[in-house]
């Protein structure tokens, strides 16, 4: 028979100890990352532009196993932080857009400070008013460039830095992408704003569950896709609650929008959990800016327009609207920059706003 001095220190080994728990949640966070990459860059070797060419390259496939795991794919990180080192970092970042958009990039920044200008947008910023940008993304860059447009408005009515008040709400697929060399979320687009990584259920950035066949990592996938995503709105409120007036850059869709069998532009329809956020933020006191951002290049000029203030939201499925709001702007801008690009194709290629009363 043992005696007590004959045992462990710390007595008998518990199978339901803290170490256990902790050992079981490592283990099932390490095999739900490693499926998620496999996923994620999968996806972003697949990525493709709808009106150009894509700009992007998926990272080094050796990126995924670094230790320690870069912030952009780090999948427990919800809410990243700006990281430039310094004014001129940032505007390093920002000359992409002069990179990307050449001779036709002056005009884009007019647009938004105009409209800051028409709006009282950067005082009211400072008050402490609270602001989301809803994209149409018809390109999957076109969030990056409202973000570096915005900010380049803002240099000219007198805020030097912006970062601190602005969060894109991004898929995380586009952590695991590069435009020339420089990773999408940590070397671009945190120079100049805040990162919130959302998971999208609909689209071409969804992670599709039927993709993975175990059956049990099937399950701890999909359980942690919505614990993460519950954090990411906790975080969201949390902006549009704050005092300190903010910024939050997103696109509804949470895809890069297709083209029918007519090749008609199809937005994808606000999924209900992007429906539900715009609700609860304009109940929070924000307001919503929709954006038809139709971004071209160094050869085609862009066509931008940012529609009228909303500040109400009958309900969530009433979100909806901004969607059809933005494809009615789309098509109205088109229509006019046709008139003066006839040579321009997609300038002459309709939009419209999926069907959605058949999903909800």
Known sequence: MSTQSDLPLHGPHKPDSLLDKAAEQLTELFGVERQLDK?????????????????????????????????????????LGPNPLSSAETESALGLLEVLHGPQAPANVEVFS????????????ADGQSFIFV???????????????????????????????????IGR??????????????????????????????????????????????????????????RTREEFLNLMRSDHGHIVIEAGSGSRDARDEHGTIVMEPFARGTREDLFLAVQAGASIYPVFGDYGNTEEPSVVEIGREITSLASPQHAHSIGEVIAAMGNRARGSAAQDHPDIARFRTPIRYGNHESRD
């Open 173 to 230: 697929l586009l952590g695991y992408l590069e435009v020339m060399g420089l990773n999408v979320i940590d070397d671009i687009l945190r120079k100049a704003s805040s990162v919130l990584k959302t998971f999208p259920v609909s689209g071409g950035e969804a992670v599709n569950e039927g993709d993975i066949t175990d059956e049990d990592l099937n399950r701890r996938v999909r359980n942690f896709r919505k614990k993460q995503n519950t």
């Open 39 to 79: 996923l994620l860059y999968q996806s972003a070797q697949e990525v493709g532009g709808v009106e150009f060419a894509s700009i992007f390259n998926p990272i080094a496939a050796e990126r995924l196993s670094a230790k320690p795991r870069p912030d952009a794919i780090n999948h427990d990180q919800v809410f």
């Open 135 to 169: 994209g149409s993304h018809l390109e999957f860059q076109d969030v990056g460039f409202n973000l570096g447009y915005l900010t380049r408005a803002a240099h000219l009515h007198g805020f030097d830095r912006l970062d601190t008040r602005t969060t894109l709400m």
């Open 114 to 125: 105009a409209f800051a200008a028409r709006e009282k947008f950067f005082e009211r910023l």
